[in-house]
C-alpha cells in the first residue's frame, strides 16, 4: 500500500478520501492557519450578511465563520464542489458552483456577481492577478483576509508520495525536506506553479478537490511505481 504525506493541517477531514482509493494517508502537516482576531472575524461575518452574494474560494472560511453552522441565507458562490459542500454542510445556500478554482469561476460566471454586493472573506496571499481580474467585475466587493498560512518544517517520514493543496504547503516542505524519491501530487494552479519552480509535479488534480486527487494520484501508481 503506498504512503502518501497529506500536507494540510486537515488531515482528519481528507483523509477518507485516499483510504477509498486504497492508499495509506499519512499526517505530515506543512502549514500552520493563524485566523485574524475575533474582531475582524465578526466584521467579515456583518459583511456577509449584509452582502447579496459571498464568494467562498475555501472549506476553511466556512469552518473559521461558521463553525456551528450557522451561516445566513445570503446565496454563496464557491469555486468548486468542496467548498460548495461546506457552505450546504453549515446551513448556507449555494447559488452558483464553479469546477476549478477562482479563475474558471470568473470565466463562467461573471455575470452573477457583476451587478450585486459581494462579500469575500479569504485568506492572505490570494493570487493578485486574480484579485485584480475580481474587482474589475464587481463594483461592491467588501474584502476580508481572515487567516493567513505559515509554512512548518515536516516530519521525515518515509512516504512513497506528497500532496500539495497550497504554496504554503510547498514550502514548509521544503524546509526539511526536498522533492527526491517522491511521487509529487498537486491541487491547484497556484500551487502547481509553486511546486514547478522546483520541478514538475507527476500528478495534477483534475479539479480541485482531494477526491479528484486520490484518484488521481491512484491512477499514476498502478502505472508507473
Known amino acids: 500500500?503506498?504512503?502518501v504525506a497529506i500536507t494540510t493541517d486537515r488531515f482528519d477531514s481528507v483523509a477518507p478520501?485516499?483510504?477509498g482509493f486504497g492508499l495509506e494517508p499519512v499526517p505530515v502537516p506543512c502549514?500552520?492557519?493563524v485566523a485574524a482576531g475575533e474582531k475582524a472575524l465578526t466584521r467579515a461575518r456583518e459583511a456577509v450578511?449584509?452582502?447579496d452574494l459571498v464568494l467562498i474560494t475555501s472549506a476553511r472560511t466556512i469552518d473559521l465563520l461558521?463553525?456551528?453552522g450557522e451561516m445566513p441565507g445570503t446565496g454563496a458562490v464557491t469555486v468548486g464542489a468542496v467548498s460548495a459542500a461546506a457552505v450546504e454542510a453549515a446551513g448556507g445556500r449555494?447559488?452558483?458552483a464553479g469546477r476549478s478554482g477562482l479563475a474558471d469561476l470568473l470565466d463562467r460566471a461573471p455575470h452573477v456577481m457583476g451587478a450585486a454586493r459581494v462579500a469575500f472573506p479569504h485568506a492572505a496571499g490570494t493570487d493578485p492577478r486574480l484579485l485584480a481580474r475580481l474587482r474589475s467585475l464587481v463594483s461592491d466587493l467588501e474584502e476580508q483576509e481572515i487567516y493567513h498560512s505559515v509554512p512548518v518544517a515536516p516530519d521525515s517520514i518515509?512516504?512513497?508520495a506528497v500532496?500539495?493543496?497550497?504554496?504554503s504547503a510547498v514550502n514548509g516542505w521544503l524546509l526539511a525536506r526536498d522533492f527526491e524519491e517522491v511521487v509529487v501530487g498537486v491541487i491547484g494552479p497556484t500551487t502547481q506553479a509553486a511546486v514547478g519552480r522546483h520541478r514538475m509535479p507527476e500528478v495534477v488534480a483534475p479539479e480541485p478537490s482531494h477526491h479528484s486527487m486520490a484518484r488521481a494520484l491512484t491512477s499514476y501508481l498502478e502505472v508507473f511505481v
Open 1 to 3: 500500500m503506498s504512503r
Open 17 to 19: 478520501e485516499y483510504v
Open 31 to 33: 502549514v500552520d492557519v
Open 49 to 51: 450578511s449584509a452582502a
Open 66 to 68: 461558521w463553525p456551528l
Open 94 to 96: 449555494v447559488v452558483v
Open 158 to 160: 518515509p512516504v512513497h
Open 163 to 167: 500532496v500539495f493543496a497550497s504554496p
